[in-house]
Structure formats: structure tokens, C-alpha cells
């Protein structure tokens, strides 16, 4: 078995090596090229310091490696199936760590799905320690929303304002929670289609939500909670988000389990799909 560099690839042979990887995976997560395109420069995704393993001409696995000031980020590791217990996929992750080692990286984050038990432990033994967990959730847009009843009761007044992009950027910047790779503000600012809400419920709080807006859907949603209950605060502004865009399916990904606001989307018609185990390796140079 070799390790080549992603970059001497093209896009189109990483995303058939990437789905075929995944044809048995707990959670599939199909790429399309313009998918991984979109991936790639969303998420910093350094192709020459991503690694593909082969044998003879045959692609056995791969993983790729995001690269942000003084940290890295390991992403989209596979093997297939028959390449699997053979070490496949501890040399590309070990691979994947010198390259961060080699762009001074102090700290290299993952997340393994939950239940996935042989990345789960071979990660541990490579040096990785869990954080926290994250949660991916989705909600229905034929969820209702009682459209006909106050936000929180006939005595509460709500003002929504649309955020424009540097104010939705400045906002996602002084987060208090420590945001997860997929939502830091690097990622958000990649992307043409960030939208943000904020929602004053007069007299009782303020917060905010961010998002990515599509065609048909709601995603990468964030909602911080500037003053009152989290809980009623998340309702009132998740609520106000609904209202904006009705008929859109909604994603929320990578919010920490422990968060406070979660009651909140659970109470608008979010539910869990799955969860993630966030884990870093901190290296010392």
C-alpha cells in the first residue's frame, strides 16, 4: 500500500472513492463533485496535505485534512470495506497528523459518529481525546407552528430584524460557545448564502439565529442567546426563522449536546438524528 497526496486526483476520482468507502456506513453522506468542490473550499481542505491509500491502482481509502491558523481538522477518512483491519486507516490518519505537524498545527480536531466503535478506539489509541458531543438535527418544514398563537403568550411582543452579512459575521465571531469546525466563523464566511435574524422578545430577552440558506433548505443553523431564558429566547427566534422560510426542511449540525438551547429546537419541531463524539490531539512542536 502507497499513500498519495489527494491533490494529485481529481475531484471527480475523490468523491467515487469517498462514496464507495461509505456504500456501508452508519450514516452514507454521498458526495457529488460539486458537493466536494463546495466542501473543499468551505472547510479550508488542503488537497496537498490529504492523503489517498492505494494498492496497485486500486483505491483502498482516503481522508482529507482542513488546515486553519495553527490548527487542522481531519475529515472524510474511509476505507472500503476490504481494505478495512489492515492498518488502511490508521496510516492515512497518521499521515494526515504529520502533514498538520508539518503546517505547525498546535491542535488536530475529529468527530466520529456515535456507535462507530473501531474509529472510535482507533483514535483513542492514536493519541486523541474526546471533548464533547455534538448533535445533527433536522425538522420537518410541514411541522406546524400554531401560527395562529402568540410566540409565547398574548402579553409578549416580538421584533424580528434581518442581519445583514458583516453584522451576521461580527455576531458569529463573539460567540461564547466554542463553535465545532463546520460552524466557526471561517466556514460561514466561505459561503455566499449566510443569513442571520434577530429576534428581540420586548422586555423578556434577545438572540439571534445564522444560517445557510438554499433552494430547499435551512442549514448549518446557529442560535446564541444574547440576554433572558435560553430556552424561551431559542423558541422565540427559531420561531421567527420558521415563519421567514416556512417551507424549507432544516438542518442544525454539530451543536453540543450539553448546550442550553437545545430544549429550544426541540420545542419548535426539531428532532436528533444522530450524534457525533468530538476529539482533538494537541501536539507539541
Known amino acids: 500500500m502507497q499513500l498519495h497526496r489527494a491533490s494529485s486526483f481529481t ?29 473543499i473550499r468551505a472547510y479550508d481542505v488542503a488537497l496537498d496535505d490529504s492523503w489517498v491509500a492505494m494498492e496497485g491502482k486500486i483505491i483502498f481509502g482516503l481522508g482529507m485534512l482542513g488546515v486553519r491558523p495553527g490548527k487542522a481538522w481531519i475529515t472524510r477518512v474511509g476505507v472500503l470495506p476490504i481494505g478495512r483491519r489492515q492498518g488502511t486507516g490508521r496510516a492515512i490518519v497518521n499521515r494526515l497528523v504529520e502533514s498538520a505537524v508539518d ?9 466520529v459518529i456515535a456507535g462507530n466503535v ?10 486523541f481525546t474526546p471533548t464533547r458531543e455534538l448533535l445533527v438535527a433536522r425538522r420537518a418544514p410541514s411541522h406546524t407552528l400554531q401560527t395562529n398563537k402568540p410566540v409565547i403568550n398574548k402579553d409578549v411582543e416580538l421584533k424580528v430584524a434581518k442581519l445583514d452579512r458583516p453584522q451576521t459575521i461580527r455576531l458569529l465571531n463573539e460567540r461564547t460557545e466554542r ?17 442571520g435574524l434577530l429576534a428581540t422578545v420586548v422586555g423578556r430577552g434577545q438572540g439571534w439565529v445564522v444560517y445557510q440558506l438554499s433552494d430547499f433548505q435551512l442549514s448549518h443553523i446557529v442560535v446564541e442567546v444574547l440576554e433572558g431564558s435560553p430556552d424561551e429566547v431559542t423558541v422565540a427566534t427559531l420561531r421567527a426563522l420558521h415563519r421567514e422560510h416556512p417551507s424549507k426542511d432544516a438542518v442544525m449540525e454539530n451543536m453540543a449536546a450539553a448546550s442550553p438551547y437545545w430544549s429550544g429546537f426541540q420545542e419548535v419541531g426539531y ?15
Not at 473501531?118 to 493519541?127: E, N, S
Open 103 to 111: 503546517r505547525e498545527c498546535d491542535e488536530v480536531w475529529i468527530e
Open 11 to 39: 475531484l471527480q476520482q475523490l468523491t467515487d472513492a469517498y462514496n464507495q468507502t461509505r456504500v456501508d456506513y452508519i450514516v452514507p453522506m454521498p458526495m457529488n463533485v460539486s458537493r466536494l468542490e463546495q466542501y
Open 118 to 127: 473501531p474509529a472510535h478506539q482507533m483514535f483513542l489509541t492514536g493519541g
Open 179 to 195: 463553535p465545532n469546525w463546520l460552524n466557526q466563523s471561517e466556514s460561514f464566511s466561505r459561503s455566499p448564502d449566510v443569513c
Open 271 to 285: 428532532f436528533e438524528v444522530f450524534r457525533r463524539l468530538e476529539m482533538v490531539k494537541k501536539i507539541s512542536q
